[in-house]
Structure formats: C-alpha cells, structure tokens
C-alpha cells in the first residue's frame, strides 16, 4: 500500500504564489520505482495532469503552467512539491498529489491522496 498526504493549499489572490507538498508513505512505496505527480480538478472538468516527475528525476510541465510552476521531489524524504508561482483564477481547482509506475494520464495512476483545495481570487 501507498499512502499519499497533500498540504499547503489555499487562498490567494491573482499574481501570488503558494507551494504544495506531499508525502509518500506506506509499505509498497519504493522511490525508484515510482513517478510522482500533481493533478487537478476544477468543478465540472476532467482531471488534468499539471506536472509529473520520473523516479530519477526528469520533470515534465503541463503547457498550461509552464513557466509559473515548477515540481521536484526529495526521494530521501520521499516528498513530492509544485511551486507555483504568478497564479491565476483558472488556477483554480482541487490538487492531487499520485503515484504509479507511469504517470502520463490519470487512468496510468495508482494511487492517490485526498487533495488539496487551491482558490485563486481576482
């Protein structure tokens, strides 16, 4: 089993910043085994990859967020972050950290946390 907990979202107004961590637990995790990356969901849309991040370390950047977020991970400490940085309102949405052996769309992941809610105000 692997357990996921998300923290730090919240208000904020356009232009700021706020930066998510989440941490990888549990007896089946292994940290060169598995990708890492953050979802989102706002009300009434699909699920969407907003960055991933391979055991070793190579990031890829959703072209939505590109340029204002950044993902790195801490495979000691088993951590997973998004710095984001000059946000907008279509920011907006629900954040998921996950985890699975291929992180490309939701349907490839394999585990979840609960979320973490991100409000971004005009």
């Known amino acids: 089993q692997v357990q996921l907990v998300e923290s730090g979202g919240g208000s904020v107004q356009s232009g700021g910043s706020l930066r998510l961590s989440c941490i990888a637990s549990?007896?089946?995790?292994?940290?060169?085994?598995?990708?890492l990356a953050w979802f989102r969901q706002a009300p009434g849309k699909e699920r969407e990859g907003v960055a991933r991040?391979?055991?070793?370390?190579?990031?890829v950047i959703a072209n939505s967020v590109k340029g204002r977020f950044n993902v790195s991970r801490d495979n000691v400490a088993n951590t997973l972050v998004l710095q984001m940085n000059s946000l907008k309102p279509e920011d907006t949405a629900m954040y998921y950290c996950?985890?699975?052996?291929?992180?490309?769309?939701?349907?490839?992941?394999?585990?979840w946390g609960q979320g973490t809610q991100v409000t971004v105000s005009t």
């Open positions: 991040i391979s055991a070793l370390g190579t990031a």
């Open positions: 996950a985890a699975g052996e291929w992180c490309y769309s939701a349907t490839e992941i394999g585990y």
């Open positions: 549990g007896s089946g995790y292994t940290s060169n085994r598995y990708c």
